[in-house]
């Protein structure tokens, strides 16, 4: 048998040895080490000479010295010290308030939470184990279709490994050789637009069909508002906004409303209030923080770049020579004009029917969510805006963690030994896959397997958008079978070398993967988000029930990569902003 032709066997009994059980890393090392001593013999050498196990020691010590690898166990540990220290529940249980009049609101806040969670803990077990716990039984006492209960939360879970912060994405870029940083500016788009179409589909769904979403009953929709602020609104008005600023200024009257704990003081009314403002300052903030980045921060840049030409002794005749762009178009004033301007209409409107139960769901958002969404934030703009490194932000998400668990009192001793052991074992397997994966596919190109797969594709005179589509159809069967980890380590490597000879970006094929790679979680028979809500679930809940509910969640990965590549400014845009370049 010819060297390329072992390289295909060795291929072909990766897949086949991996679906029988055996550990990926240690099949990877095996496979390895036998295919690299029958590429390496030599009957003149002793066994021991075999240059396959000096090839083993270069390649462990190249993967171990890879610094993108650094940040994964933070991540990680961040991930499981939100998972056993945060409060899911009462997250839930305020977004499902908030969307209580939407068609099936407890699959939608199903969906919101596991985005949600899923950047915060990026582990799909998890979340698809917790949102199993917490929302599943729920919706099945609604009387909501199994299919839909089980699609959500398996599907919904899955988008921890897409949106940034992600494991999967660090492990392309150290695989692929790209920048953290443009990758997950990359995918951040990407992730939050099948986010919306999950929830286009539930919603439509619901609508089209109701009998799948029934209402809830009014005891789930009621918003427990506490007796003295119904009171209050009855004194002052039904607007709750104004009759609190009346309350500032003449707080005599409603010192004379009493709550569980004695009369009401001003100090609960300021802290009202400023609940009440929560929705004008994440709005105000937000648009403030767009035009500071695109239009006060460049300025300040080119006023500050001639003096730095001084300083480094460069001529100040100099500096015009070099063609600045710096000021936004005038496209972009005429965007941020309009989205200032429907953001001021809701704002009025929203602050004109603001009464006691929205006050009350605010209040509940902003003590639920409003800790992890800073936390998210603070985690993504650090790496995004270039503050940090993508190991640093993960640092300051892990202590992140750590501050909320303890302001929350839900981390004892015990779960934060049990985090940082599965943080060591997640981030051993990673690392021992990536040693075996730099020692399998080192040896597949000794072989010429590589030489041979990119011939075969070479031959066949595809297109790029030829390549595109076989390329991506090659990884989505490959997730029938394998997980995410496999196709990332092993297959991958074999399509990055073609990408250039096609022009296409690596780093919107590789978005792609990670969009295509939502269905190696979804597609039976591996499956692994079905196996660990079946885990969970009713006796009566049967695994057929649950592949039936994601099925069509596979369709909208589909559809979503076909809008990504008919419309690559989704993937592009935001690295080539910030980063500039393609």
């Not at 879970?157 to 500016?185: D, F, H, R």
């Not at 788009?189 to 099948?194: A, I, K």
Request: hydrophobic fraction near 55%; glycine fraction near 8%; include cysteine.
């Amino acid at each position: 048998m010819s060297d390329p032709a072992l390289g295909l066997l060795m291929l072909g009994l990766i897949v086949v040895v991996i679906m029988l059980g055996f550990p990926t890393a240690f099949t990877l090392m095996g496979l390895g080490i036998v295919f690299g001593f029958i590429a390496f013999y030599d009957p003149t050498h002793l066994f021991a000479d075999n240059k396959v196990f000096e090839l083993m020691v270069q390649r462990t010590y190249g993967a171990m010295t890879n610094d993108v690898l650094i940040s994964i166990p933070l991540f990680v540990l961040m991930g499981y010290v939100m998972e056993r220290g945060a409060l899911v529940d009462k997250m839930f249980y305020s977004i499902q308030l908030a969307f209580r009049n939407v068609p099936a609101s407890l699959a939608v806040a199903t969906l919101i939470v596991c985005t949600f969670w899923g950047i915060a803990s990026g582990l799909v077990g998890a979340v698809v184990v917790l949102m199993g716990v917490i929302a599943f039984n729920p919706m099945l006492r609604a009387g909501y279709d199994v299919k839909l209960a089980s699609g959500v939360i398996t599907a919904g879970g899955t988008l921890g490994i897409l949106i940034p912060p992600s494991v999967m994405i660090i492990v392309y870029a150290a695989v692929a050789g790209q920048s953290v940083v443009k990758l997950y500016a990359a995918a951040m788009f990407p992730g939050f637009f099948l986010s919306l179409l999950y929830l286009v589909y539930i919603v439509g769904w619901a609508m089209l069909n109701p009998k799948i979403a029934p209402p809830l009953p009014p005891e789930q929709t009621t918003v427990p508002v506490p007796d003295w602020m119904r009171k209050f609104q009855s004194a002052y008005g039904e607007n709750m906004f104004v009759g609190l600023l009346k309350a500032l200024g003449a707080p005599a009257r409603a010192k004379t409303l009493r709550t569980d704990k004695g009369p009401v003081t001003y100090g609960a009314l300021v802290k009202n209030f400023a609940a009440s403002l929560v929705p004008f300052i994440l709005t105000a903030g937000t648009l403030y923080l767009v035009w500071w980045y695109v239009v006060i921060h460049p300025q300040v840049a080119v006023e500050a770049a001639p003096e730095g030409l001084e300083q480094l002794g460069s001529a100040p005749a100099a500096a015009p020579s070099a063609p600045v762009d710096q000021g936004p178009g005038s496209s972009f004033y005429w965007w941020f004009a309009g989205i200032a301007l429907l953001c001021a209409v809701w704002q009025v409107r929203y602050y004109a029917r603001l009464n006691a139960d929205r006050l009350e769901v605010i209040k509940l958002l902003s003590s639920s969510i409003m800790p992890l969404g800073i936390l998210t934030v603070v985690v993504l703009a650090v790496i995004l805006f270039g503050i940090t490194t993508a190991t640093e932000s993960a640092a300051v998400g892990a202590a992140g963690a750590f501050l909320l668990a303890f302001q929350a009192r839900t981390l004892d001793w015990k779960r934060t030994k049990e985090a940082v052991f599965l943080t060591a074992k997640t981030t051993a397997m990673v690392c021992w896959l990536f040693v075996g994966s730099a020692l399998f596919s080192g040896v597949f190109a000794i072989l010429g397997g590589q030489a041979l797969v990119e011939h075969w594709v070479l031959s066949l005179n595809l297109s790029p958008v030829q390549f595109m589509i076989l390329s991506q159809a090659i990884i989505f069967v490959l997730g029938w079978p394998l997980e995410w980890t496999e196709i990332i380590v092993i297959f991958v490597p074999i399509f990055l070398p073609l990408l250039k000879h096609f022009n296409i970006d690596p780093i919107l094929w590789g978005t792609l993967v990670f969009v295509n790679l939502q269905a190696a979680f979804l597609s039976p028979p591996v499956a692994m988000s079905a196996f660990y809500l079946k885990g969970v679930a009713p006796k009566h809940v049967t695994l057929n029930q649950i592949f039936a509910g994601m099925m069509p969640y596979m369709l909208i990965v589909i559809v979503c990569m076909v809008i990504m590549y008919l419309w690559p400014g989704m993937t592009l845009w935001l690295p080539a902003y910030l980063y500039g370049g393609g």
